[in-house]
């Protein structure tokens, strides 16, 4: 297995959209050297090494056990500026494009037709908005969300629990709903702030002060702005529960798990789909079920047996259908 990636940062701020095409486009000899590989291409809205939403993304397709040059526009959050990036990769004539955020729906409705022979991906989505060369892919987030809540609420001492959200839409709804239902049921009191940005490191920060300050002992969040809670986290001393990827490397001692999305899971299926001629109209959903969902703990954090096997047990629960996340 080889792979080569090409990271194309945007630069969005300073260089502005001219520059984001060009760099979504590139050469044609840019994969002149690529001896038959699959060509992929990722444009996300932030950093592909957020230790989040986009990074999750980036790892699951350089876990792919094919041969692949993998080329990446990130930090495209204006959705104007992602479209011209999905369009060029597809001029370009890149095999698989993964338009990875939920936000992306509308622009890819209008490019997709137009480049039939190209499969795109897009998540994250529970439909393919009835095209027939868009896969679409989506987190039970939910799930992880419990299992972090069951571990929450037992750690907490003082019962108060603190949750950051984003924009309250995506798979950020579904995690802390499960979350909570979760933590409310351990006998915990959660309280949920959505800051209405999905990237603003500086609101994460300020919401996580502000439950610190109403007596939370335990914070949890979602997103790529998360970064910004776990610094607060870490600089009291409070424990945190990372979702989208491992977020332990944030605060080594205070990361007690991370819910981590495997999208390889599903990718290696619509890879398999178009191999055989089928280039999308198809919605995949990752769950502790399928493996593409795992709850990665961290082994620096201190946790008790008899919690890790509660974490244990709702996991278990959860795949054999007999606990409900409430999502």
């Not at 970064?227 to 600089?235: C, E, I």
Request: charged share 15%; with cysteine; net charge negative.
């Amino acid at each position: 297995m080889r792979k080569k990636m090409r990271l194309l940062t945007s630069l969005l701020a300073l260089l502005g959209s001219f520059v984001l095409v060009a760099s979504a486009c590139g050469s044609s000899d840019d994969s002149s050297d690529d001896g038959g590989a699959l060509t992929m291409a990722i444009v996300a809205p932030s950093a592909s090494d957020d230790l989040a939403f986009s990074q999750s993304m980036v790892d699951s397709v350089n876990a792919l056990d094919r041969e692949i040059t993998l080329s990446i526009t990130d930090g495209t959050f204006i959705v104007e500026e992602a479209a011209a990036a999905i369009r060029g990769y597809a001029e370009d004539g890149i095999d698989v494009v993964i338009a990875h955020g939920t936000q992306f729906g509308a622009s890819l409705a209008e490019i997709a037709p137009d480049f039939p022979d190209t499969t795109f991906v897009w998540g994250t989505a529970t439909d393919t908005q009835g095209l027939g060369n868009v896969f679409a892919y989506s987190p039970a987030s939910d799930e992880g969300g419990y299992v972090n809540g069951v571990v929450a609420a037992a750690v907490s001492e003082s019962g108060k629990i603190g949750v950051v959200g984003p924009v309250e839409a995506g798979d950020a709804v579904p995690y802390i709903n499960g979350f909570t239902t979760a933590a409310e049921a351990g006998g915990a009191q959660v309280s949920v702030t959505y800051t209405g940005s999905f990237g603003d490191v500086a609101l994460a920060a300020e919401a996580a002060q502000a439950h610190l300050a109403n007596d939370a002992d335990v914070l949890t969040g979602t997103a790529q702005m998360v970064v910004g809670a776990v610094g607060v986290a870490a600089d009291a001393g409070v424990p945190w529960f990372g979702t989208q990827s491992n977020q332990t490397s944030l605060a080594p001692d205070l990361v007690i798990a991370s819910q981590v999305y495997h999208w390889e899971v599903v990718l290696e299926e619509m890879l398999d789909l178009r191999d055989s001629g089928t280039k999308g109209g198809k919605a995949f959903e990752i769950n502790l079920a399928n493996g593409g969902l795992v709850i990665e703990f961290n082994d620096g954090y201190d946790l008790s047996d008899d919690v890790r096997a509660s974490a244990d047990a709702a996991i278990a629960g959860i795949i054999d259908g007999s606990v409900n996340t409430g999502a």
